[in-house]
T-cell receptor
Framework: GENVEQHPSTLSVQEGDSAVIKCTYS??????FPWYKQELGKRPQLIID?????GEKKDQRIAVTLNKTAKHFSLHITETQPEDSAVYFC??????????FGKGTTLSVSS | DAGVIQSPRHEVTEMGQEVTLRCKPI?????LFWYRQTMMRGLELLIY????????DSGMPEDRFSAKMPNASFSTLKIQPSEPRDSAVYFC??????????FGPGTRLTVT
């Protein structure tokens, strides 16, 4: 089945710096790659997603890149702010059906 | 829309008791997912349904776990008998076809 590896598990940055989180997946048939943000005690919420027919997608300070050949995708957050502090999960769809999630990255942004 | 609704939000029970978690997906969504989240294992997919039919239950840890979806607006996840290692946050999520999954607020289960 699909396996999703996520790195790093923790990431600490200064406010204003950029943060990058990377994921690799195993199933070459995967086509959908969302990123979720989970604040403490809250539910995971989608922040951005990308499908296999594009290589990059941006939404204000957040961007995601996808390299299907290498089977990896990354989340980029620029000009980080304290409210970006949360756990971030990448995921990929397993054979176009259910999502398989990475183990998560705890991002801490200090001011 | 109220979003995905889960009940109860918190459940504390004793080992050996039966636990039933409930979920109401977003109206019109045709896929429903049950996840378990723990610090050690992260977010694990337990089972998912398409059009009320269970598609993949390979994530269900043991026979003590069972899930049903009797209609498009209701699903249950049952643990019988419960054990302390079942303590976790259980999320239900729904989606329309293969698009964004919307998560419910979760049920925090504690088995003593």
């Amino acid at each position: 089945g699909e396996n999703v590896e996520q790195h790093p598990s923790t990431l600490s940055v200064q406010e204003g710096d950029s943060a990058v989180i990377k994921c690799t997946y195993s199933d070459s048939a995967s086509n959908y790659f969302p990123w979720y943000k989970q604040e403490l005690g809250k539910r995971p919420q989608l922040i951005i997603d990308i499908r296999s027919n594009v290589g990059e997608k941006k939404d204000q300070r957040i961007a995601v890149t996808l390299n299907k050949t290498a089977k990896h995708f990354s989340l980029h957050i620029t000009e980080t702010q304290p409210e970006d502090s949360a756990v971030y999960f990448c995921a990929s769809d397993q054979a176009g059906t259910a999502l398989i999630f990475g183990k998560g990255t705890t991002l801490s942004v200090s001011s | 829309d109220a979003g995905v609704i889960q009940s109860p939000r918190h459940e504390v029970t004793e080992m050996g008791q039966e636990v039933t978690l409930r979920c109401k997906p977003i109206s019109g969504h045709n896929s429903l997912f049950w996840y378990r989240q723990t610090m050690m294992r992260g977010l694990e997919l337990l089972i998912y349904f398409n059009n009320n039919v269970p598609i993949d239950d390979s994530g269900m840890p043991e026979d003590r776990f069972s899930a049903k979806m009797p209609n498009a607006s209701f699903s249950t996840l049952k643990i019988q008998p419960s054990e302390p290692r079942d303590s976790a946050v259980y999320f239900c999520a729904s989606s329309l076809f293969h698009n964004e999954q919307y998560f419910g607020p979760g049920t925090r289960l504690t088995v003593t």
